[in-house]
């Protein structure tokens, strides 16, 4: 069994002593950890609210008027014992939008990039989604714009306007536009075909 090393010990205590009486040691800066405890606070409550890149709960910081350097000193240490995880909320977020909300990879990556994610993990996050994944969404999504449709269109220009609607519900997701329109047209005569 190892003995305690006396001068660490004592080093230690007064450490110890020095933070319980609200002074700086080497070991503990108190007055630096009640300037961080505010910041820690509010970005608790932020990441309790939902999880958040690293740059954007910073922005967030820096925008309530936290010093950046504290802030950053925080963010480091929340990344440390894994508060924060780009890499995990970009997986996340790929994961939930593209399931609930029908967003392409191409949308899901611009707005990775808005909350300031590194490219290199937006590419990772984002291939799991696969070709037949992003059809597979932007079908549910056309098909649920075609269920609008009440009654099968009487002519070419009717039948073009319904299309619009369905292939602009893609493009507002971010889908190219060969593939909305191809889909979009699958949708839409299915949807005529169920009302003939």
Do not use: C
Not at 16 to 26: I, K, M, R, V
Not at 43 to 53: E, H, M
Not at 60 to 84: C, H, K, M, Q, T
Not at 87 to 97: C, G, I, L, N
């Amino acid at each position: 069994m190892n003995t305690p090393d006396p001068d660490k010990l004592a080093k230690l205590q007064a450490a110890l002593e020095a933070y319980e009486a609200g002074e700086t040691s080497d070991l503990f800066d108190h007055a630096g950890e009640e300037a961080r405890a505010p910041i820690r606070k509010r970005a608790l409550g932020l990441l309790d609210q939902r999880a958040r890149s690293r740059a954007e709960l910073r922005e967030r910081l820096v925008n309530a008027e936290f010093d950046p350097e504290l802030v950053d000193d925080v963010l480091e240490s929340f990344e440390r014992n894994g508060l924060i995880d780009d890499s995990a909320f970009a997986h996340e977020w790929v994961r939930q939008r593209a399931a609930r909300r029908g967003k392409s990879s191409r949308a899901l990556d611009l707005e990775l990039r808005d909350k300031g994610v590194a490219p290199h993990v937006r590419a990772e996050a984002l291939s799991q989604l696969s070709q037949s994944d992003e059809e597979s969404i932007a079908l549910a999504v056309a098909e649920k714009k075609a269920r609008g449709v009440r009654e099968a269109p009487q002519d070419r220009a009717e039948y073009d306007k319904v299309l619009r609607r369905i292939v602009g519900a893609l493009a507002r997701r971010g889908f190219g536009a060969s593939m909305s329109l191809t889909i979009g047209r699958r949708a839409l005569d299915a949807r005529i075909a169920e009302l003939e």
